[in-house]
C-alpha cells in the first residue's frame, strides 16, 4: 500500500471513529432520557447525526439514504434529515484512477481502450464511472469500485446496528433485526461486480422482448469482481421529462412499471434501488422520448417463489375481502403471532400499496401527495397502530419489496403519470402460479449462473 493509500486508509478510520462517537452519544442520550423522563428533543439529535454522517463518503452515506427510504425504518425526524445528505461523492483523480485500473486489467490497461475519459462521469458511494470506447469503437460505461470497500462496508454495517439500537430504546414497536440482515446482505452483494454482471445477463434474458426498456449487456475482456464494464446507453434524465406531455410521461411510467413488476411476477426478481439516477430516458426515430434505459444492477432482490405468491394473495385477498387469504399471505411472508389488531395494523399499510391496484380507473398513483412524502402518512398510523399491539418483527424479505415499491411509486409521482393501474398490475399476474415461477426462475438463474 502507497502512502497516499495508507494516508487515506487512516483518514476514513478517524472518521468512522468519529462518526461511531457521534452515534454511540446520540444513543447514550436516548437511553438518558427515557431513564429520567426528559423530553428529548430529537430533531436536535437528528441535524448532530446528519452532520456527522456528512462528513463521510462511501458505504455509510448508503446505508443512511437507503434507511431514509424505508418507511419507519427510522423517526420521521432522522429520515427527514438523513434524505438531505447527498450521494455524490469526491470522485478519485485520474492518477488514482490509473493505479486502480492497472489493479484490474493489468498495467497494459490503456491499450484496451482507445479512448477513456480521465473525468468521470458519475460518482458515487462505492465507486465511479468512467465513458470509454472499445478498441472496435464501441462506447462503454466503466464501473470502477473505490479500494478498500470490503472492509469500509463492514465497518459501516457496524454503525448501521447503532443506528437500529438509538431505536430501540426509545420506540421499541418496530423490531428492526431482519432489516439490518437484509440491507447487509444486499450491500455486501453489491461489492461483487462478476454478481452484478450475472444480473445483467438475468435482465437481459428477462426483459428480451420488451421494446421500451433496455438492458446493457457486459464486456467480459473488459471486467473483473471490482470493474463493470457495460454498454454505454445515450439517454436523458427521467426529471428532464416532467413536463412532457401526458401520454409521454404515460409512456415511460409503463415502461417503469413494466421493468419492475414483470420479472417480479414472472421470475420473483426485482429491482431494489428505483432511484432516479438508475434510470435514464432513449428517444425514437423521432426524437420522441420512446422508452427507459436500465443503468445499475447492484441492488437485485430474488425471492423465494413463496413470497412472490404471498403478495398476488396479499392482493386477490384485499380485492375479494377474503380475511382468509388476507392473513395466509402475511404468515407467508414471514410475520408471527399474528391476531386481529395487527392485521389491521399491516392493513393500513397494505390497502396504501396496493390501492392504485385496486382500483379500476385511470388516475395517479397517489393525489395530492409529494414524491418525498410518499407513504409517510401511512406508515406513521401503522407506527402507532403498532405502539400497542408491537413489537412487531418485519420480516427480512419484506425490506427490498417495500422500498422498492415506494420508490417506484415516487417515480410515478415526480412524472405525473396517469394510468390503469389495476389493468396493469392483473396483466402482469394474469395465469399466475407458484409452480411457474419457480421453474422460470430456476430456468433463469442456471442460465446465467446464479
Not at 11 to 30: D, E, I, N
Not at 220 to 231: A, C, I
Not at 327 to 336: N, R
Request: aromatic fraction near 10%; charged fraction near 25%.
Amino acid at each position: 500500500m502507497s502512502d497516499r493509500e495508507k494516508n487515506r486508509f487512516s483518514a476514513r478510520a478517524r472518521r468512522y471513529a468519529k462518526v461511531g462517537t457521534q452515534l454511540s452519544g446520540t444513543a447514550a442520550r436516548f437511553a438518558g432520557a427515557r431513564f429520567f423522563g426528559v423530553r428529548l428533543d430529537r430533531a436536535a439529535n437528528a441535524l448532530e447525526l446528519a452532520a456527522a454522517l456528512g462528513g463521510l463518503k462511501g458505504p455509510i452515506m448508503k446505508v443512511a439514504q437507503l434507511l431514509a427510504t424505508i418507511p419507519d425504518a427510522l423517526p420521521p425526524e432522522y429520515a427527514n434529515e438523513l434524505t438531505k445528505l447527498q450521494s455524490q461523492a469526491p470522485p478519485m483523480g485520474w492518477a488514482f484512477v490509473k493505479r486502480r485500473m492497472s489493479a484490474e486489467l493489468g498495467p497494459d490497461w490503456q491499450k484496451k481502450f482507445s479512448e477513456f475519459e480521465h473525468h468521470p462521469a458519475a460518482a458515487a458511494s462505492l465507486g465511479q464511472v468512467h465513458r470509454a470506447r472499445t478498441l472496435d469503437g464501441e462506447e462503454v460505461a466503466c464501473k470502477l469500485q473505490y479500494p478498500d470497500m470490503q472492509s469500509a462496508v463492514e465497518a459501516d454495517l457496524n454503525q448501521l446496528q447503532l443506528l437500529f439500537a438509538i431505536r430501540k430504546r426509545f420506540d421499541p414497536a418496530i423490531d428492526t433485526s431482519e432489516i439490518a440482515v437484509e440491507i447487509g446482505a444486499r450491500l455486501r452483494e453489491e461489492l461483487d461486480y462478476f454478481r452484478e454482471a450475472k444480473h445483467v445477463a438475468l435482465y437481459q434474458q428477462m426483459l428480451k422482448d420488451e421494446d421500451s426498456i433496455r438492458v446493457p449487456k457486459v464486456w467480459p475482456d473488459l471486467s473483473t469482481g471490482r470493474l463493470l464494464t457495460l454498454d454505454w446507453l445515450s439517454g436523458r434524465k427521467l426529471l428532464e421529462h416532467k413536463d412532457d406531455t401526458l401520454a409521454a410521461r404515460n409512456r415511460l411510467a409503463k415502461a417503469m412499471f413494466t421493468a419492475w413488476w414483470f420479472p417480479f411476477s414472472r421470475f420473483g426478481v426485482i429491482h431494489g434501488d428505483p432511484h432516479l439516477g438508475n434510470y435514464s430516458v432513449f428517444d425514437d426515430a423521432k426524437g420522441k422520448p420512446a422508452g427507459i434505459n436500465l443503468l445499475d444492477y447492484g441492488c437485485i432482490r430474488i425471492f423465494p417463489p413463496s413470497f412472490v405468491g404471498g403478495v398476488v394473495d396479499l392482493y386477490r385477498g384485499l380485492l375479494r375481502g377474503d380475511d382468509g387469504l388476507v392473513v395466509h399471505a402475511y404468515e407467508t411472508w414471514g410475520f408471527k403471532r399474528l391476531n386481529r389488531e395487527l392485521i389491521d395494523a399491516l392493513n393500513i399499510w397494505a390497502r396504501f400499496i396496493y390501492g392504485p391496484l385496486l382500483d379500476n380507473r385511470v388516475r395517479t398513483i397517489a393525489d395530492g401527495v409529494k414524491p418525498s412524502e410518499y407513504g409517510r402518512r401511512e406508515a406513521f398510523r401503522v407506527h402507532q397502530a403498532l405502539k400497542a399491539r408491537g413489537p412487531v418483527t418485519v420480516p427480512r424479505e419484506f425490506v427490498f419489496m417495500d422500498r422498492a415499491a415506494i420508490g417506484l411509486g415516487a417515480v410515478f409521482l415526480h412524472l405525473a403519470a396517469e394510468l390503469n393501474f389495476y389493468r396493469l398490475f392483473n396483466e402482469a399476474i394474469e395465469a399466475f402460479a407458484v409452480k411457474d415461477v419457480a421453474s422460470r426462475q430456476a430456468a433463469a438463474l442456471a442460465k446465467v449462473g446464479l
